[in-house]
């Protein structure tokens, strides 16, 4: 691809939140271009910042890593940063943050929520939960906030449902969620590199307090959500202790709903920006299923993990070191033009469409990636089938991450069949 832009490699920071409030991939495809495996040199002054890596923006690169779980730890944290922003005490992304076979054996016990067979059978209760949450807006003739009014709405209905969360409860999971990952409130030592929000520390300590008051009403009358799945489960004789149990609650509340959520909103926009595509989905539904797909390539909201070296390697030609940090920035993978040609469209008939929206394979593919793609498609259906002519009439604002990459605000009208 052809790098239109002016950049000097080594002033590239992708630990710049600023970065990611924006467009980022004019910065990530000249590294692809000109350096794939870069050296990203740590700024002391930064306590975001404060750790050097080596910021990996192929595709092929990423792939390789994540298969290769025995050069690539996961154990020895998940994130470009090393700032401790008041919560880490929970060492809330266990079973992200954990090689085999803890993992495996985590994962086993969690995937019981998330059988093929079980995904299946919940469409008809997701189609029920979408049918709601639009029914909310139907009225609705000015301009809202499409992100809380509907795609934070659906995802978080149905994780709360499969946690076994009330639905008159399930408000307290955006919150909390969005608790967490709002640090505008932060205190930062910046000699020490260390961080504290109020915020995120008040939301988790919520969350885990009302997680606790669900297990003791559990204790004596399991129900069959997950929650007393997690109290319950056991394999080789060995069951989640409470700190394990939290850590997953949490993984759950989390993970379940910002990635919906924020390619939910991707979709949206992507739909508005192109309607000729959107005019054949409407006309054609079964076209869904490859759409969503270029709904989670567009719209990448993941745009990194961590891994770090276990022993002396090689990459794209640098040598790595043990204990080296290796970031893998999805957001760049996706938008590979040796396996994306003309990676900066969208194109609902892209095929192959060979994304890395869920991870690039290895032990740590996204557990719930089958009850997104459900959630997607079925939300995308009922919208373009009440709401087909929906415009939106202003310019989005990105959340204020560079881990999840999204849009917290978009305004949209909705103009119904």
């Known amino acids: ?240 202790n409470w700190q394990q149990q939290r850590e997953t609650f949490f993984l759950l509340a989390t993970a379940g709903n910002e990635t919906t959520r924020n390619t939910t909103t991707a979709g949206v926009r992507a739909l508005a920006e192109h309607p000729d595509q959107r005019r054949e989905l409407i006309e054609n539904p079964k076209l869904l299923k490859d759409a969503v797909e270029e709904m989670l390539r567009w719209g990448t909201v993941v745009s990194h993990f961590r891994r770090t070296a276990t022993q002396d390697t090689v990459i794209g030609g640098k040598r790595i070191a043990k204990g080296d940090w290796v970031v893998i920035y999805y957001s760049a993978a996706n938008r590979d033009p040796s396996v994306f040609p003309d990676p900066d469209r969208f194109d609902i008939h892209r095929k192959p469409n060979e994304h890395l929206a869920f991870g690039g394979g290895g032990p740590h593919f996204c557990l719930g990636a089958p009850l997104a793609r459900l959630q997607l498609r079925v939300l995308f259906e009922e919208l373009l089938q009440r709401f087909p002519d929906y415009s939106v009439v202003g310019e989005p604002v990105f959340n204020e991450s560079n881990f999840f990459h999204g849009i917290k605000d978009l305004p949209v009208r909705l103009y119904p069949q």
């Open 1 to 240: 691809m052809t790098d239109t832009h002016a950049f000097d490699t080594d002033q590239i920071d992708l630990t710049d939140i600023d970065l990611w409030t924006s467009d980022p991939h004019p910065a990530l495809h000249h590294l692809r271009e000109h350096d794939p495996v870069h050296w990203h040199e740590a700024d002391p002054a930064n306590p975001f910042a404060n750790h050097s890596f080596w910021a990996l923006t192929r595709h092929s690169d990423i792939v390789h890593v994540s298969r290769h779980p025995e050069l690539f730890s996961s154990a020895h944290g998940i994130s470009e940063g090393t700032l401790d922003v008041g919560i880490s005490e929970f060492d809330t992304f266990s079973m992200l943050g954990a090689d085999d076979p803890y993992h495996g054996w985590m994962r086993a016990l969690v995937s019981t929520a998330f059988t093929a067979r079980l995904v299946r059978e919940s469409e008809p209760h997701i189609r029920e939960i979408t049918v709601a949450v639009l029914d909310e807006v139907a009225g609705r003739r000015d301009p809202f906030n499409f992100v809380y009014e509907v795609s934070a709405k659906t995802p978080i209905r149905v994780i709360g449902d499969v946690l076994g969360v009330p639905r008159s409860d399930q408000h307290l999971l955006t919150e909390w969620t969005d608790g967490v990952a709002d640090l505008t409130d932060m205190t930062i030592d910046f000699e020490k590199g260390t961080g504290h929000s109020a915020k995120a520390t008040a939301a988790t300590a919520e969350m885990f307090a009302y997680l606790e008051r669900m297990q003791r009403l559990r204790a004596d009358a399991p129900t069959d959500d997950l929650v007393s799945k997690l109290m319950g489960a056991e394999i080789e004789g060995q069951r989640l």
